[in-house]
């Protein structure tokens, strides 16, 4: 490999986005015998893991820039210690979530500036850029009917919350088309798999 990729995972919960990362990681390692990192926000190892638990299953309230703040404390510990050693060892890093995220979820689903959101995202990952975003795209309605009833205090936020954040999704991948690609994921896995690993291959 002359470089290294660093591929990002979004879509509203129960999307099928970490099924669909794993999948991809098979298919780099197995197929075209690369190295691959996968990582995740919020979540990524050691420290992360610790935001993570505070983010999604904190029993008192949690102000939305509160909530906001912890993610981007988790992202810019992912990427100083995962992501830019990986890039730069020449591997494909894949992550579950990165700052579109928060522009959704943080932006428009709770409300908060974009522009701000945008300009401290820029400050915790020291500008780095995925070089590709998939948002697999699926209704709200499946996307609750997937989760259940055993939801995490961000997914339990309801209907409206999601649309605003699907919504979101959909407004970012109009603006940066080149970066953002939407695919459908209301299909079979295999189908949406094929997607994906055509947009990857594009890359080299």
Avoid: W
Avoid at 74 to 80: G, P, S
Avoid at 83 to 101: E, G, I, W
Wanted: negative net charge; charged residues 30%; glycine residues 8%.
């Amino acid at each position: 490999m002359k470089r290294g990729f660093f591929i990002t995972f979004e879509g509203i919960d129960g999307c099928g986005k970490t099924t669909q990362m794993d999948l991809l990681a098979d298919y780099l390692r197995d197929v075209k015998d690369v190295p691959v990192i996968e990582t995740r926000e919020p979540g990524a190892r050691g420290l992360g893991e610790k935001i993570r638990e505070l983010l999604l299953h904190y029993e008192g309230e949690v102000s939305p820039q509160s909530e906001m703040f912890l993610f981007l404390a988790d992202r810019a510990q992912n990427i100083e210690t995962i992501v830019n050693p990986a890039v730069q060892a020449r591997k494909y890093v894949l992550c579950d979530r990165h700052t579109d995220s928060t522009v959704a979820y943080q932006g428009y689903g709770r409300g908060l500036d974009i522009e701000e959101i945008n300009m401290l995202n820029s400050i915790a990952t020291r500008h780095r850029i995925p070089d590709l975003t998939i948002v697999i795209d699926i209704d709200v309605q499946t996307s609750l009917s997937r989760l259940g009833k055993d939801t995490d205090r961000i997914e339990s936020e309801g209907v409206d919350f999601l649309n605003s954040v699907r919504n979101g999704y959909l407004t970012m991948a109009k603006m940066e088309p080149d970066r953002i690609k939407v695919v459908n994921g209301m299909r079979s896995i295999e189908e949406i798999q094929k997607d994906i690993i055509k947009l990857v291959n594009d890359l080299d």
